[in-house]
């Protein structure tokens, strides 16, 4: 039989029959490994696989000996065992990436990292602003700069994400403001994952499972609040689950990130995966410029001249050293 991966839990998973529509429980036979992939998990929510069915007593088991090449996927590395990768899911027509202010903090260090691993595979990206309804748009008071005397106001929170909302726009990423509290927007949200495999990403407690409760209340998914000591959520989801949508739609909800390594990119192709950067980087002197300290350099130009974001640039900086590879939660937009 032929099927599709709704869920994994490491070492069982729950495939949906083509020819049937049923479910299955079914596992690995033997090692099974997929060529040029050193994964913790071989087999993803939205593959699809090849399965036989065995009789085990009254019980039906599947046998998954076989998987379908994918046409995409979004891959990083594990967070415990560094030289391998974790596959989050395959086979997604469009990601939204969940973004918070606060409670928890969403870095632009981690949002360019999520957005150049989905760009290596033309996966787009919508950036969700998520709970917009707690958000101050109070001014606050003026404090004076030690260093320079001058008066300096700091941006309210609702500015803040404005300000964001703004610069992924400019680089052409589609954002959108929404409460999954309140509701707002989330009709638009729902005309976007129309006829579409949807992925849900972003850290734990950045309102994936209500947003999917808020689109599908059925769904039911378990939430639970921030700890208010960290300000981080709680891991509510476990394990990426696939849903099927009554809007004629597919939702995948996957487990809390708290930061995104990397997988497979050379330095020299980093730069492909910035929308900017790569569409600058021919006026560059050298075919194989970094846009570090290479003369005449047309990336660096545009981040002096203000055409590319200082925060976009630092976060490619820190991509292609490695530096921060353990240290994503690093904000830089402020500046």
């Known amino acids: 039989m032929t099927g599709t991966v709704y869920r994994s839990t490491g070492s069982w998973y729950e495939v949906k029959?083509?020819?049937?529509?049923?479910?299955y429980n079914c596992r690995i036979k033997g090692k099974f490994r997929i060529q040029?992939?050193?994964?913790?998990?071989?087999v993803a929510v939205g593959d699809i696989v090849e399965f036989d069915i065995e009789q085990k007593g009254d019980e039906e088991v599947g046998i998954i000996h076989d998987i379908h090449d994918r046409e995409n996927y979004i891959i990083r590395k594990s967070v415990n065992l560094s030289k391998q990768t974790h596959i989050i899911a395959a086979n997604v027509d469009q990601v939204f990436l969940l973004v918070t202010l606060n409670n928890p903090?969403?870095?632009?260090?981690?949002?360019?990292?999520?957005l150049a691993a989905a760009q290596a595979y033309d996966i787009p990206v919508v950036l969700l602003f998520n709970k917009v309804d707690t958000y101050s748009d109070d001014q606050q008071e003026a404090t004076i700069d030690l260093e320079t005397g001058e008066e300096v106001t700091t941006m309210t929170e609702l500015d803040q994400v404005r300000y964001l909302m703004f610069m992924y726009k400019s680089i052409g990423y589609e954002c959108l403001a929404i409460s999954a509290q309140t509701g707002k927007n989330i009709d638009q949200l729902k005309k976007l994952m129309k006829g579409k495999t949807s992925m849900f990403a972003g850290h734990?407690?950045?309102g994936k499972s209500s947003t999917a409760n808020a689109i599908e209340p059925q769904l039911d998914l378990k939430t639970k609040i921030i700890s208010e000591q960290h300000k981080q959520g709680q891991h509510t989801t476990t394990f990426a689950q696939?849903?099927?949508l009554e809007l004629?739609?597919?939702l995948i909800d996957t487990p809390g990130i708290k930061g995104f390594g990397i997988v497979d990119m050379e330095p020299e192709e980093i730069g492909d995966y910035f929308?900017?950067?790569?569409?600058?980087?021919q006026n560059c002197k050298f075919n194989n410029c970094l846009h570090v300290e290479e003369p005449k350099c047309a990336v660096k130009e545009a981040v002096e001249n203000g055409e590319i974001f200082e925060s976009r640039y630092q976060s490619y900086l820190s991509m292609i050293t490695g530096e921060d590879?353990?240290?994503?939660?690093?904000?830089?937009?402020?500046?």
Do not use: W
Request: glycine residues 6%.
């Open 17 to 23: 029959s083509h020819e049937n529509q049923q479910f």
């Open 36 to 42: 040029g992939i050193k994964s913790t998990n071989p």
């Open 105 to 114: 903090p969403t870095y632009t260090s981690f949002i360019d990292r999520f």
């Open 204 to 206: 734990s407690g950045a």
């Open 242 to 244: 696939m849903f099927d």
């Open 248 to 250: 004629d739609g597919r």
């Open 275 to 281: 929308k900017e950067i790569f569409a600058l980087k």
């Open 325 to 335: 590879d353990q240290h994503y939660r690093v904000d830089k937009y402020q500046n």
